[in-house]
Protein backbone atom coordinates (compact mmCIF):
# COMPACT_ATOMS: atom_id res chain seq x y z
CA UNK A 1 0.00 0.00 0.00
CA UNK A 2 1.23 3.45 -1.35
CA UNK A 3 1.30 6.29 1.45
CA UNK A 4 0.50 9.69 0.47
CA UNK A 5 1.80 12.21 2.40
CA UNK A 6 0.48 15.83 1.47
CA UNK A 7 2.14 19.47 2.68
CA UNK A 8 1.96 23.40 2.03
CA UNK A 9 -1.66 24.17 2.85
CA UNK A 10 -2.70 27.21 5.14
CA UNK A 11 -4.37 30.66 4.72
CA UNK A 12 -3.99 33.12 1.51
CA UNK A 13 -5.22 36.09 0.27
CA UNK A 14 -7.15 35.82 -2.96
CA UNK A 15 -4.82 36.41 -5.98
CA UNK A 16 -2.23 35.08 -3.86
CA UNK A 17 -0.51 31.55 -4.84
CA UNK A 18 0.84 28.37 -2.82
CA UNK A 19 2.42 25.17 -3.57
CA UNK A 20 1.41 21.86 -2.00
CA UNK A 21 3.30 18.45 -1.93
CA UNK A 22 2.70 15.22 -1.97
CA UNK A 23 5.32 12.99 -1.07
CA UNK A 24 4.47 9.26 -1.28
CA UNK A 25 6.29 5.75 -0.38
CA UNK A 26 6.74 2.85 -2.86
CA UNK A 27 9.64 2.76 -5.75
CA UNK A 28 7.24 2.43 -8.55
CA UNK A 29 6.03 5.97 -8.34
CA UNK A 30 6.75 6.79 -11.86
CA UNK A 31 4.93 4.46 -13.57
CA UNK A 32 1.55 5.85 -11.81
CA UNK A 33 -0.67 8.49 -12.65
CA UNK A 34 -0.76 11.09 -9.63
CA UNK A 35 -3.77 13.58 -9.29
CA UNK A 36 -5.27 16.14 -7.17
CA UNK A 37 -8.81 16.77 -5.92
CA UNK A 38 -10.37 19.16 -3.34
CA UNK A 39 -13.43 18.79 -1.09
CA UNK A 40 -15.02 22.61 -0.15
CA UNK A 41 -17.22 22.40 2.64
CA UNK A 42 -20.66 21.06 1.72
CA UNK A 43 -19.69 19.67 -1.61
CA UNK A 44 -18.52 16.84 -3.15
CA UNK A 45 -14.74 15.65 -3.50
CA UNK A 46 -14.05 16.86 -7.54
CA UNK A 47 -11.22 16.13 -9.79
CA UNK A 48 -8.60 19.06 -10.04
CA UNK A 49 -5.58 18.40 -12.14
CA UNK A 50 -3.85 14.86 -12.71
CA UNK A 51 -0.43 13.61 -14.35
CA UNK A 52 -0.17 10.52 -16.24
CA UNK A 53 2.93 8.66 -15.79
CA UNK A 54 3.88 10.18 -19.65
CA UNK A 55 4.08 13.43 -18.51
CA UNK A 56 0.53 14.13 -19.84
CA UNK A 57 -1.54 16.65 -17.53
CA UNK A 58 -4.90 17.15 -17.17
CA UNK A 59 -7.10 19.77 -15.35
CA UNK A 60 -10.82 20.72 -14.44
CA UNK A 61 -11.92 23.53 -16.31
CA UNK A 62 -12.08 25.68 -13.08
CA UNK A 63 -8.41 25.90 -12.71
CA UNK A 64 -7.38 25.55 -16.22
CA UNK A 65 -4.49 27.95 -16.54
CA UNK A 66 -4.05 28.89 -12.92
CA UNK A 67 -3.06 25.37 -11.47
CA UNK A 68 -0.50 23.52 -12.74
CA UNK A 69 0.66 20.02 -11.43
CA UNK A 70 4.47 18.64 -11.49
CA UNK A 71 6.44 15.21 -10.12
CA UNK A 72 9.87 14.77 -9.44
CA UNK A 73 9.78 11.04 -9.53
CA UNK A 74 13.61 11.12 -8.14
CA UNK A 75 11.98 12.31 -4.69
CA UNK A 76 8.64 10.55 -5.39
CA UNK A 77 6.75 14.10 -5.21
CA UNK A 78 4.41 15.36 -6.80
CA UNK A 79 3.51 19.36 -6.67
CA UNK A 80 0.49 21.24 -7.05
CA UNK A 81 1.27 25.03 -8.03
CA UNK A 82 -1.74 27.13 -7.29
CA UNK A 83 -1.59 30.64 -8.69
CA UNK A 84 -4.30 33.89 -8.60
CA UNK A 85 -6.39 31.77 -5.81
CA UNK A 86 -9.83 32.57 -5.84
CA UNK A 87 -12.08 32.17 -2.42
CA UNK A 88 -13.87 29.39 -4.14
CA UNK A 89 -10.63 27.81 -4.22
CA UNK A 90 -10.65 27.01 -0.58
CA UNK A 91 -11.26 23.63 0.28
CA UNK A 92 -9.18 20.20 1.58
CA UNK A 93 -7.12 19.26 -1.06
CA UNK A 94 -6.11 15.58 -1.27
CA UNK A 95 -3.40 13.42 -3.41
CA UNK A 96 -4.17 10.63 -5.32
CA UNK A 97 -2.27 7.83 -6.70
CA UNK A 98 -4.12 6.09 -10.27
CA UNK A 99 -4.52 2.57 -10.34
CA UNK A 100 -2.62 3.18 -13.71
CA UNK A 101 -0.40 5.29 -15.58
CA UNK A 102 -3.39 6.61 -17.30
CA UNK A 103 -5.75 7.74 -13.98
CA UNK A 104 -7.54 11.15 -14.84
CA UNK A 105 -10.68 12.81 -13.38
CA UNK A 106 -12.61 9.70 -11.89
CA UNK A 107 -12.16 8.87 -7.98
CA UNK A 108 -12.38 5.48 -8.90
CA UNK A 109 -8.95 5.44 -10.98
CA UNK A 110 -7.23 5.76 -7.96
CA UNK A 111 -6.48 3.31 -5.27
CA UNK A 112 -4.28 5.71 -2.14
CA UNK A 113 -5.36 8.57 -1.14
CA UNK A 114 -3.28 11.32 1.66
CA UNK A 115 -5.27 12.55 4.74
CA UNK A 116 -5.70 15.98 2.99
CA UNK A 117 -4.22 19.51 3.38
CA UNK A 118 -6.91 22.57 4.36
CA UNK A 119 -6.36 25.38 1.35
CA UNK A 120 -8.03 28.47 2.42
CA UNK A 121 -8.57 31.41 0.41
CA UNK A 122 -9.49 34.78 2.22
CA UNK A 123 -11.26 37.19 0.06
Known amino acids: QVQLVESGGGLVQAGGSLRLSCAASGRTFSTYAMGWFRQAPGKEREFVISSWADGSTYSSGSVKGRFTISRDNAKNTVYLQMNSLKSEDTAVYYC?????????????????WGQGTQVTVSS
Open 96 to 112: AKGSSSRSAWSEAAYDS
